[in-house]
């Protein structure tokens, strides 16, 4: 894991749990969903399941596109990868992309960084499904042993929008996309948005998800409830003879909503916080 195997973290997978969870992901699920690429193919190799780390924090966090609190310099950048069935030889993105993750007691960070030589974002509100109008981060979340699990968005104009699938039983209903939850992000674009003859530098954006939100099924979110997380990237451009889609971690073919391929979700103790302060009392924790 580089550095961040260097920090002390809790793993919600302790006691064998991990290899029983393992087995699970012995037979992939296909799935084609409204705004989820999927890519034919009729076999390809199943990944061993990464570990993605959210360090913690107990800086005063804001969501402004421009990852200057310091917890970004340390956490860990994960690339954004083609999945095998689109690329067997790893070849990388055209426009590289990553992904941090941070937590704090009140919410769960994520921070994303672009190359994009063509930024666009032709929507211009909240709760749409944003894939389908430009560039999009998302960041999918599913508690292990339950059946529901979130996708959030994030683009470049700081839209968002939050969906909520209480099994792929039932996704692609309207109500999951009816779904309110109350998300901040903030974007910083560096180049001209929508402007197609010129050549710009990328974007970033950051997310913050109320910890709140995610403990309503009554599925507690901390070290040790186990969660499985997926950061993923709609990137359309001129340059591209079509729009490339990348996650991290990689998955074995282009299906976003295929969640028994997420990566495992891992902590870092607050005990062991690196660039940052003791952990706040509940007297000062912030608000979002």
């Known amino acids: 894991m580089g550095e961040a195997s260097k920090q002390s973290v809790r793993s919600p997978f302790a006691d064998g749990a991990l290899h029983r969870v393992l087995l699970l992901w012995a037979a992939p699920v296909l799935l084609t969903l409204g705004g989820c690429h999927t890519a034919d193919i009729a076999s390809v190799p199943v990944p061993v399941p990464p570990t993605l780390l959210a360090y913690w924090t107990s800086e005063s966090m804001r969501m402004d596109g421009q990852l ?125 948005l929508n402007e197609w003859s010129d050549q710009d530098q990328g974007w970033t954006v950051e997310i913050a998800i109320p910890l709140r939100e995610l403990t309503v099924q009554g599925h507690a979110f901390d070290p040790r409830s186990g969660y499985r997380v997926l950061a993923a990237r709609y990137n359309y451009a001129r340059i591209l003879p079509a729009p490339e889609l990348s996650s991290a971690p990689r998955l074995p073919r282009t299906a976003f909503h295929d969640h028994d391929h997420y990566g495992i979700l891992l902590f870092q103790d607050p005990s062991n916080g690196v660039g940052t302060t003791p952990r706040p009392s509940s007297a000062n924790q912030k608000k979002l």
Do not use: M
Request: glycine share 6%.
């Open 68 to 192: 200057q609190e310091s917890v970004w310099a340390h956490a860990q950048a994960y690339p954004l990868s083609f999945s095998l069935a689109d690329s067997p030889a790893a070849r990388p993105p055209t426009e590289a992309g990553t992904v941090r993750l941070a937590w704090d007691a009140e919410c769960l960070y994520a921070a994303f960084e672009f190359q994009d030589s063509d930024v666009i974002e032709e929507g211009d509100a909240d709760q749409l499904q944003q894939q389908r109008t430009g560039d999009v981060a998302e960041l999918f979340l599913k508690p292990v042993g339950a059946s529901w699990y979130w996708e959030f968005h994030a683009t470049p104009r700081s839209r968002h929008s939050a969906f909520f699938f209480p099994s792929r039983g039932r996704a692609g209903l309207p109500s999951n996309f009816d779904y309110q939850l109350a998300l901040e992000t903030g974007a910083r674009v560096e180049g001209t």
